[in-house]
Protein backbone atom coordinates (compact mmCIF):
# COMPACT_ATOMS: atom_id res chain seq x y z
CA UNK A 1 0.00 0.00 0.00
CA UNK A 2 0.83 3.41 -0.45
CA UNK A 3 1.39 6.02 2.22
CA UNK A 4 -1.77 8.57 2.44
CA UNK A 5 -1.22 12.29 1.94
CA UNK A 6 0.39 14.01 4.93
CA UNK A 7 -2.40 16.87 5.03
CA UNK A 8 -4.90 14.86 4.61
CA UNK A 9 -7.44 16.47 7.14
CA UNK A 10 -9.66 13.49 8.16
CA UNK A 11 -7.02 11.57 9.86
CA UNK A 12 -9.30 9.63 11.39
CA UNK A 13 -11.55 8.60 8.41
CA UNK A 14 -7.85 7.71 7.17
CA UNK A 15 -6.62 6.03 10.07
CA UNK A 16 -9.27 3.32 9.66
CA UNK A 17 -8.71 3.15 5.93
CA UNK A 18 -5.24 1.91 6.91
CA UNK A 19 -5.82 -0.54 9.07
CA UNK A 20 -4.19 -3.73 8.66
CA UNK A 21 -2.32 -2.35 5.65
CA UNK A 22 1.59 -2.25 4.80
CA UNK A 23 2.64 1.50 4.55
CA UNK A 24 5.57 1.78 1.95
CA UNK A 25 8.16 4.04 2.75
CA UNK A 26 9.07 5.94 -0.46
CA UNK A 27 11.65 7.41 1.45
CA UNK A 28 13.90 6.87 4.61
CA UNK A 29 13.72 9.88 6.71
CA UNK A 30 16.49 12.00 6.70
CA UNK A 31 18.50 10.44 4.23
CA UNK A 32 18.66 11.31 0.50
CA UNK A 33 18.08 8.29 -2.21
CA UNK A 34 21.38 7.42 -3.63
CA UNK A 35 20.86 8.57 -7.12
CA UNK A 36 17.46 10.64 -7.22
CA UNK A 37 17.72 11.34 -10.59
CA UNK A 38 19.93 10.15 -13.81
CA UNK A 39 19.42 10.94 -17.37
CA UNK A 40 18.79 8.32 -19.97
CA UNK A 41 19.18 10.87 -22.79
CA UNK A 42 19.86 14.51 -22.77
CA UNK A 43 16.36 15.77 -21.83
CA UNK A 44 14.79 13.21 -20.07
CA UNK A 45 14.96 12.45 -15.96
CA UNK A 46 14.86 9.00 -15.01
CA UNK A 47 14.20 10.02 -10.98
CA UNK A 48 13.62 6.90 -8.43
CA UNK A 49 10.55 6.99 -6.14
CA UNK A 50 11.08 8.83 -3.11
CA UNK A 51 12.78 11.79 -4.60
CA UNK A 52 11.94 15.47 -3.99
CA UNK A 53 12.21 18.69 -6.52
CA UNK A 54 15.35 19.91 -4.38
CA UNK A 55 16.70 16.61 -5.67
CA UNK A 56 16.16 16.68 -9.69
CA UNK A 57 16.07 21.06 -9.89
CA UNK A 58 20.22 21.47 -9.24
CA UNK A 59 21.20 18.54 -11.35
CA UNK A 60 19.02 19.27 -14.26
CA UNK A 61 20.02 23.36 -13.77
CA UNK A 62 23.54 21.78 -14.42
CA UNK A 63 22.68 19.79 -17.39
CA UNK A 64 20.83 22.84 -18.94
CA UNK A 65 17.63 21.95 -18.40
CA UNK A 66 14.53 22.60 -16.35
CA UNK A 67 11.68 20.15 -14.76
CA UNK A 68 8.28 21.64 -14.26
CA UNK A 69 8.45 21.23 -10.56
CA UNK A 70 5.94 22.87 -8.46
CA UNK A 71 6.22 25.76 -5.72
CA UNK A 72 8.10 23.60 -2.98
CA UNK A 73 11.08 21.84 -2.94
CA UNK A 74 9.86 19.68 -0.73
CA UNK A 75 7.21 17.95 -2.57
CA UNK A 76 7.58 14.13 -3.75
CA UNK A 77 8.44 13.86 -7.48
CA UNK A 78 6.11 10.93 -8.20
CA UNK A 79 2.96 11.92 -6.32
CA UNK A 80 2.97 15.31 -7.70
CA UNK A 81 3.87 14.18 -11.33
CA UNK A 82 1.12 11.25 -10.70
CA UNK A 83 -1.75 13.96 -9.68
CA UNK A 84 -0.99 16.43 -12.33
CA UNK A 85 1.79 19.12 -11.54
CA UNK A 86 1.13 22.64 -11.56
CA UNK A 87 4.14 24.58 -11.90
CA UNK A 88 5.46 28.24 -12.57
CA UNK A 89 6.49 27.33 -15.93
CA UNK A 90 2.82 26.03 -16.63
CA UNK A 91 1.32 28.23 -18.75
CA UNK A 92 3.80 27.99 -21.04
CA UNK A 93 4.12 24.29 -21.04
CA UNK A 94 1.34 23.16 -19.68
CA UNK A 95 0.72 19.78 -16.67
CA UNK A 96 4.70 17.97 -15.74
CA UNK A 97 1.93 14.75 -16.03
CA UNK A 98 1.90 15.42 -20.02
CA UNK A 99 5.83 15.22 -19.79
CA UNK A 100 5.85 11.96 -18.50
CA UNK A 101 7.57 9.64 -20.92
CA UNK A 102 7.40 6.37 -18.89
CA UNK A 103 6.88 4.68 -15.19
CA UNK A 104 8.26 1.36 -13.78
CA UNK A 105 5.62 0.01 -11.38
CA UNK A 106 4.95 -2.78 -8.75
CA UNK A 107 0.83 -3.89 -10.19
CA UNK A 108 -1.02 -5.49 -7.55
CA UNK A 109 -0.14 -8.76 -9.01
CA UNK A 110 3.45 -8.40 -7.93
CA UNK A 111 4.42 -7.82 -11.38
CA UNK A 112 7.41 -4.63 -12.50
CA UNK A 113 5.67 -3.18 -15.88
CA UNK A 114 7.27 -0.41 -17.68
CA UNK A 115 3.95 2.21 -19.05
CA UNK A 116 4.66 4.33 -21.88
CA UNK A 117 3.13 5.54 -25.14
CA UNK A 118 4.04 1.87 -26.12
CA UNK A 119 3.82 -0.69 -23.44
CA UNK A 120 0.91 -0.58 -21.45
CA UNK A 121 -0.29 1.83 -23.03
CA UNK A 122 -3.57 2.53 -21.46
CA UNK A 123 -1.87 2.04 -17.78
CA UNK A 124 0.18 5.17 -18.92
CA UNK A 125 -2.54 6.81 -19.52
CA UNK A 126 -4.04 6.76 -16.48
CA UNK A 127 -0.62 7.53 -14.82
CA UNK A 128 -0.54 10.81 -16.71
CA UNK A 129 -3.07 12.53 -14.04
CA UNK A 130 -4.90 9.84 -13.10
CA UNK A 131 -2.75 9.42 -9.12
CA UNK A 132 -1.70 6.57 -7.06
CA UNK A 133 -4.77 4.45 -7.46
CA UNK A 134 -2.56 2.00 -10.33
CA UNK A 135 0.27 0.89 -8.56
CA UNK A 136 3.52 1.76 -6.41
CA UNK A 137 5.73 3.61 -9.12
CA UNK A 138 9.59 2.88 -8.58
CA UNK A 139 10.65 5.02 -10.87
CA UNK A 140 9.55 7.43 -13.74
CA UNK A 141 11.09 9.23 -16.70
CA UNK A 142 9.87 12.61 -17.88
CA UNK A 143 11.12 15.04 -20.23
CA UNK A 144 13.17 18.12 -18.99
CA UNK A 145 13.07 21.31 -20.89
CA UNK A 146 15.94 23.45 -22.29
CA UNK A 147 15.18 26.26 -20.00
CA UNK A 148 18.14 27.87 -18.22
CA UNK A 149 16.60 31.10 -17.39
CA UNK A 150 13.48 32.68 -16.56
CA UNK A 151 12.23 36.13 -15.13
CA UNK A 152 10.83 35.44 -11.61
CA UNK A 153 10.43 36.91 -8.09
CA UNK A 154 7.43 38.05 -5.78
CA UNK A 155 6.11 41.27 -5.17
CA UNK A 156 5.34 41.96 -1.47
CA UNK A 157 2.84 45.10 -0.12
CA UNK A 158 1.27 46.38 3.22
CA UNK A 159 -1.60 43.90 3.75
CA UNK A 160 -4.16 46.98 4.27
CA UNK A 161 -3.60 47.15 0.28
CA UNK A 162 -5.02 43.63 -0.24
CA UNK A 163 -7.99 44.91 -1.92
CA UNK A 164 -6.16 47.03 -4.32
CA UNK A 165 -3.30 44.32 -5.23
CA UNK A 166 -5.94 41.58 -5.83
CA UNK A 167 -7.98 43.98 -7.92
CA UNK A 168 -4.64 44.83 -10.20
CA UNK A 169 -3.19 41.47 -10.59
CA UNK A 170 -7.16 40.33 -11.69
CA UNK A 171 -7.23 42.96 -14.33
CA UNK A 172 -3.30 42.54 -15.25
CA UNK A 173 -4.05 38.80 -15.49
CA UNK A 174 -6.44 38.99 -18.27
CA UNK A 175 -3.42 40.86 -20.73
CA UNK A 176 -0.62 38.60 -20.22
CA UNK A 177 0.67 35.93 -22.39
CA UNK A 178 0.70 32.33 -21.99
CA UNK A 179 4.47 32.74 -21.25
CA UNK A 180 3.55 34.28 -17.98
CA UNK A 181 2.59 32.21 -14.74
CA UNK A 182 1.86 34.15 -11.56
CA UNK A 183 -0.27 33.54 -8.70
CA UNK A 184 -1.19 36.26 -5.73
CA UNK A 185 -2.55 36.32 -2.22
CA UNK A 186 -2.85 37.41 0.82
CA UNK A 187 -0.91 35.61 3.90
CA UNK A 188 0.36 35.90 7.29
CA UNK A 189 4.19 35.33 8.05
CA UNK A 190 5.42 33.79 11.26
CA UNK A 191 6.04 36.78 13.15
CA UNK A 192 2.84 38.17 12.68
CA UNK A 193 1.05 34.93 14.02
CA UNK A 194 -0.75 34.30 17.12
CA UNK A 195 1.72 33.84 19.72
CA UNK A 196 -0.26 30.62 20.64
CA UNK A 197 1.36 29.44 17.49
CA UNK A 198 4.28 27.49 18.01
CA UNK A 199 7.61 28.24 16.17
CA UNK A 200 7.35 27.54 12.62
CA UNK A 201 9.62 25.21 10.93
CA UNK A 202 12.91 27.19 10.41
CA UNK A 203 12.71 29.09 6.79
CA UNK A 204 15.26 27.94 4.18
CA UNK A 205 16.40 29.41 0.89
CA UNK A 206 15.50 33.09 -1.01
CA UNK A 207 12.53 34.05 1.57
CA UNK A 208 11.84 37.37 2.08
CA UNK A 209 9.34 38.59 5.11
CA UNK A 210 7.23 41.86 5.73
CA UNK A 211 7.68 42.29 9.35
CA UNK A 212 5.00 44.96 9.45
CA UNK A 213 2.74 41.90 9.19
CA UNK A 214 -0.01 40.54 6.90
CA UNK A 215 1.14 41.28 3.35
CA UNK A 216 -0.91 40.68 -0.29
CA UNK A 217 1.55 39.28 -2.59
CA UNK A 218 2.09 38.52 -6.15
CA UNK A 219 4.67 35.66 -7.41
CA UNK A 220 5.44 35.61 -11.06
CA UNK A 221 7.95 33.74 -13.59
CA UNK A 222 8.06 34.45 -17.30
CA UNK A 223 11.06 33.28 -19.87
CA UNK A 224 14.08 35.82 -19.16
CA UNK A 225 13.85 37.39 -22.89
CA UNK A 226 13.19 40.91 -22.95
CA UNK A 227 12.86 41.06 -18.96
CA UNK A 228 14.40 44.17 -17.08
CA UNK A 229 16.78 42.20 -14.46
CA UNK A 230 16.16 43.34 -10.85
CA UNK A 231 13.17 45.06 -11.70
CA UNK A 232 11.73 45.52 -8.04
CA UNK A 233 11.89 42.01 -6.57
CA UNK A 234 12.13 40.44 -10.01
CA UNK A 235 15.43 39.56 -11.75
CA UNK A 236 16.71 36.83 -14.06
CA UNK A 237 17.19 33.76 -12.11
CA UNK A 238 18.19 30.07 -13.04
CA UNK A 239 14.96 27.75 -12.46
CA UNK A 240 16.10 26.31 -9.40
CA UNK A 241 15.29 29.27 -7.72
CA UNK A 242 11.54 28.74 -8.42
CA UNK A 243 10.99 26.24 -6.28
CA UNK A 244 11.74 29.59 -3.32
CA UNK A 245 9.76 32.01 -4.85
CA UNK A 246 6.76 31.08 -3.32
CA UNK A 247 7.58 30.71 0.10
CA UNK A 248 6.42 27.75 0.78
CA UNK A 249 7.25 25.94 3.72
CA UNK A 250 10.76 23.62 2.90
CA UNK A 251 10.06 20.85 5.46
CA UNK A 252 6.92 18.73 6.29
CA UNK A 253 4.13 20.93 8.37
CA UNK A 254 0.84 20.22 9.57
CA UNK A 255 -2.11 21.68 7.24
CA UNK A 256 -5.34 21.72 6.38
CA UNK A 257 -6.70 23.39 3.50
CA UNK A 258 -9.71 23.97 0.69
CA UNK A 259 -9.37 24.58 -2.78
CA UNK A 260 -11.70 24.93 -5.99
CA UNK A 261 -11.39 25.65 -9.30
CA UNK A 262 -12.61 28.78 -10.85
CA UNK A 263 -13.98 29.24 -14.36
CA UNK A 264 -13.31 33.12 -14.23
CA UNK A 265 -12.65 35.68 -11.92
CA UNK A 266 -14.68 39.17 -11.33
CA UNK A 267 -14.24 42.04 -9.27
CA UNK A 268 -16.93 41.38 -7.11
CA UNK A 269 -15.63 38.08 -6.45
CA UNK A 270 -12.01 39.68 -5.57
CA UNK A 271 -14.13 41.95 -3.32
CA UNK A 272 -16.09 39.53 -2.01
CA UNK A 273 -13.23 36.85 -1.38
CA UNK A 274 -11.06 40.41 0.34
CA UNK A 275 -13.87 41.17 3.08
CA UNK A 276 -14.34 37.13 3.54
CA UNK A 277 -10.36 36.59 4.67
CA UNK A 278 -8.41 40.41 4.37
CA UNK A 279 -8.13 43.19 6.23
CA UNK A 280 -10.77 43.18 9.15
CA UNK A 281 -11.84 40.20 8.66
CA UNK A 282 -10.38 38.06 11.69
CA UNK A 283 -9.65 35.46 9.49
CA UNK A 284 -7.45 32.87 10.75
CA UNK A 285 -6.44 31.48 7.29
CA UNK A 286 -2.41 31.21 7.27
CA UNK A 287 -2.25 31.69 3.37
CA UNK A 288 -5.33 32.60 0.38
CA UNK A 289 -4.21 32.17 -2.76
CA UNK A 290 -5.51 32.35 -6.51
CA UNK A 291 -3.26 30.74 -9.35
CA UNK A 292 -3.67 31.88 -12.51
CA UNK A 293 -4.65 28.94 -14.44
CA UNK A 294 -4.74 28.44 -18.60
CA UNK A 295 -2.48 28.99 -21.20
CA UNK A 296 -0.98 25.52 -22.22
CA UNK A 297 -2.65 24.24 -18.59
CA UNK A 298 -5.77 24.70 -20.57
CA UNK A 299 -4.79 22.50 -23.52
CA UNK A 300 -5.64 19.16 -23.84
CA UNK A 301 -2.75 17.00 -24.27
CA UNK A 302 -3.43 13.10 -24.26
CA UNK A 303 -3.44 11.62 -20.71
CA UNK A 304 -6.16 11.53 -18.13
CA UNK A 305 -5.95 14.92 -16.51
CA UNK A 306 -4.00 16.75 -19.76
CA UNK A 307 -5.49 20.00 -18.91
CA UNK A 308 -6.71 21.94 -15.75
CA UNK A 309 -10.61 22.95 -16.89
CA UNK A 310 -10.30 26.49 -15.00
CA UNK A 311 -9.28 29.83 -15.50
CA UNK A 312 -7.90 30.50 -11.68
CA UNK A 313 -7.36 28.01 -8.75
CA UNK A 314 -8.53 29.00 -5.42
CA UNK A 315 -6.34 27.46 -2.28
CA UNK A 316 -6.86 28.48 1.37
CA UNK A 317 -4.58 27.06 4.17
CA UNK A 318 -4.61 27.09 7.93
CA UNK A 319 -2.82 25.15 10.66
CA UNK A 320 -5.18 23.77 13.69
CA UNK A 321 -2.21 23.92 15.94
CA UNK A 322 -5.29 22.71 18.92
CA UNK A 323 -8.90 21.73 18.26
CA UNK A 324 -10.67 25.24 18.63
CA UNK A 325 -8.29 26.57 16.03
CA UNK A 326 -9.01 23.94 13.92
CA UNK A 327 -12.47 24.27 14.21
CA UNK A 328 -11.98 28.31 13.13
CA UNK A 329 -10.14 27.28 10.16
CA UNK A 330 -13.16 25.36 9.22
CA UNK A 331 -15.88 28.08 9.20
CA UNK A 332 -13.28 30.06 7.55
CA UNK A 333 -12.92 28.05 4.43
CA UNK A 334 -17.29 27.90 4.53
CA UNK A 335 -16.65 31.84 4.79
CA UNK A 336 -14.06 32.11 2.14
CA UNK A 337 -15.40 29.37 -0.21
CA UNK A 338 -18.49 31.13 -0.38
CA UNK A 339 -16.87 34.20 -1.47
CA UNK A 340 -15.58 32.28 -4.76
CA UNK A 341 -19.02 30.19 -5.16
CA UNK A 342 -20.44 32.31 -7.90
CA UNK A 343 -17.02 31.67 -9.91
CA UNK A 344 -16.75 27.73 -8.50
CA UNK A 345 -17.16 25.51 -11.32
CA UNK A 346 -17.83 22.05 -9.17
CA UNK A 347 -14.67 20.60 -10.58
CA UNK A 348 -10.85 20.22 -8.34
CA UNK A 349 -7.38 19.99 -9.19
CA UNK A 350 -6.20 16.52 -7.38
CA UNK A 351 -3.09 17.61 -6.17
CA UNK A 352 -4.57 20.81 -4.31
CA UNK A 353 -7.49 18.50 -2.76
CA UNK A 354 -6.06 17.83 0.72
CA UNK A 355 -9.62 16.78 2.03
CA UNK A 356 -11.73 13.57 1.02
CA UNK A 357 -12.47 14.63 -2.53
CA UNK A 358 -15.19 12.67 -5.16
CA UNK A 359 -12.15 11.92 -7.28
CA UNK A 360 -15.33 11.99 -10.14
CA UNK A 361 -14.72 15.95 -9.75
CA UNK A 362 -11.22 15.88 -11.09
CA UNK A 363 -11.90 14.61 -14.24
CA UNK A 364 -14.87 14.77 -16.91
CA UNK A 365 -17.29 12.30 -17.15
CA UNK A 366 -15.73 9.81 -19.29
CA UNK A 367 -12.33 10.12 -18.41
CA UNK A 368 -13.51 9.05 -15.06
CA UNK A 369 -15.30 5.66 -16.27
CA UNK A 370 -12.09 5.43 -18.22
CA UNK A 371 -9.91 5.41 -15.08
CA UNK A 372 -11.97 3.16 -13.40
CA UNK A 373 -11.61 0.80 -16.11
CA UNK A 374 -8.12 0.64 -15.92
CA UNK A 375 -8.24 0.44 -12.28
CA UNK A 376 -10.52 -2.77 -12.57
CA UNK A 377 -7.97 -4.21 -15.27
CA UNK A 378 -4.60 -3.56 -13.20
CA UNK A 379 -5.80 -3.69 -9.46
CA UNK A 380 -9.56 -4.76 -9.26
CA UNK A 381 -9.29 -5.93 -5.65
CA UNK A 382 -8.13 -2.57 -4.75
CA UNK A 383 -5.08 -3.27 -2.76
CA UNK A 384 -3.76 0.10 -3.15
CA UNK A 385 -4.50 2.87 -1.02
CA UNK A 386 -3.82 6.99 -2.68
CA UNK A 387 -5.03 9.77 -1.38
CA UNK A 388 -7.47 10.50 -3.97
CA UNK A 389 -8.49 6.71 -5.01
CA UNK A 390 -10.35 5.51 -8.42
CA UNK A 391 -12.83 2.72 -7.40
CA UNK A 392 -12.59 0.21 -9.69
CA UNK A 393 -15.62 0.03 -12.26
C1 LIG B 1 4.10 22.93 0.41
C2 LIG B 1 3.40 22.30 -0.77
C3 LIG B 1 3.43 22.93 -2.00
C4 LIG B 1 2.80 22.35 -3.10
N1 LIG B 1 2.85 22.97 -4.31
C5 LIG B 1 2.30 22.38 -5.40
C6 LIG B 1 2.39 22.97 -6.69
O1 LIG B 1 2.98 24.03 -6.86
N2 LIG B 1 1.79 22.33 -7.72
C7 LIG B 1 1.15 21.13 -7.57
O2 LIG B 1 0.67 20.58 -8.57
N3 LIG B 1 1.06 20.55 -6.37
C8 LIG B 1 1.61 21.14 -5.28
N4 LIG B 1 1.49 20.55 -4.06
C9 LIG B 1 0.67 19.38 -3.91
C10 LIG B 1 1.47 18.11 -4.17
O3 LIG B 1 1.73 17.96 -5.54
C11 LIG B 1 0.65 16.93 -3.69
O4 LIG B 1 0.50 17.07 -2.29
C12 LIG B 1 1.26 15.58 -4.04
O5 LIG B 1 0.32 14.58 -3.77
C13 LIG B 1 2.51 15.35 -3.23
O6 LIG B 1 3.06 14.12 -3.52
P1 LIG B 1 4.10 13.46 -2.49
O7 LIG B 1 4.68 12.31 -3.20
O8 LIG B 1 4.98 14.53 -1.94
O9 LIG B 1 3.17 13.05 -1.26
P2 LIG B 1 2.73 11.59 -0.79
O10 LIG B 1 1.80 11.81 0.36
O11 LIG B 1 3.89 10.69 -0.59
O12 LIG B 1 1.92 11.04 -2.01
C14 LIG B 1 0.67 11.57 -2.33
C15 LIG B 1 -0.03 10.56 -3.22
O13 LIG B 1 0.67 10.44 -4.46
C16 LIG B 1 0.64 9.08 -4.89
N5 LIG B 1 2.03 8.56 -4.89
C17 LIG B 1 3.11 9.07 -4.25
N6 LIG B 1 4.21 8.31 -4.50
C18 LIG B 1 3.80 7.30 -5.29
C19 LIG B 1 4.45 6.19 -5.87
N7 LIG B 1 5.75 5.94 -5.70
N8 LIG B 1 3.70 5.33 -6.64
C20 LIG B 1 2.39 5.55 -6.84
N9 LIG B 1 1.71 6.59 -6.30
C21 LIG B 1 2.41 7.45 -5.54
C22 LIG B 1 -0.25 8.34 -3.91
O14 LIG B 1 -1.58 8.41 -4.39
C23 LIG B 1 -0.12 9.15 -2.64
O15 LIG B 1 -1.21 8.98 -1.75
C24 LIG B 1 2.12 21.13 -2.95
C25 LIG B 1 2.08 20.49 -1.70
C26 LIG B 1 2.73 21.07 -0.62
C27 LIG B 1 2.69 20.35 0.70
Known amino acids: MLSTHPLAS ?46 VTGPAYEAGLAPLAGSSPDVGVVGYTLGGGLSW ?13 AAELVTAEGQLVRASRHEHADLFWALRGG ?25 LFPWERAREVMH ?33 PRPRGRRRRDRRGRRARCGAAGPAAGARA ?53 SPLLLVELRHLGGALGRYAGGALSRVDGEYLYFAVGIPIDPSVAAALEAHFAIAGAA ?54
Request: glycine letters at 8%.
Open 10 to 55: DVDALRTRLEGAVVLPARTPGTRPAGPGTWPSTSVARVEAGALWLD
Open 340 to 393: VASQASGRHYLNFAERPTDPASFYGEETYARLRRVRARVDPLELFRGNHEIAAA
Open 89 to 101: LGRRYGLACNRLI
Open 230 to 282: GDGHFASIAPVGLSHIHMDPEEPVPAVSDSALLDGLTAETIDALVDATGPASG
Open 131 to 155: GGSFGAAVAIEFELLPVREVYAGTL
Open 168 to 200: AWREWTATVPDSVTTSADHAVPADARAPRLPAR
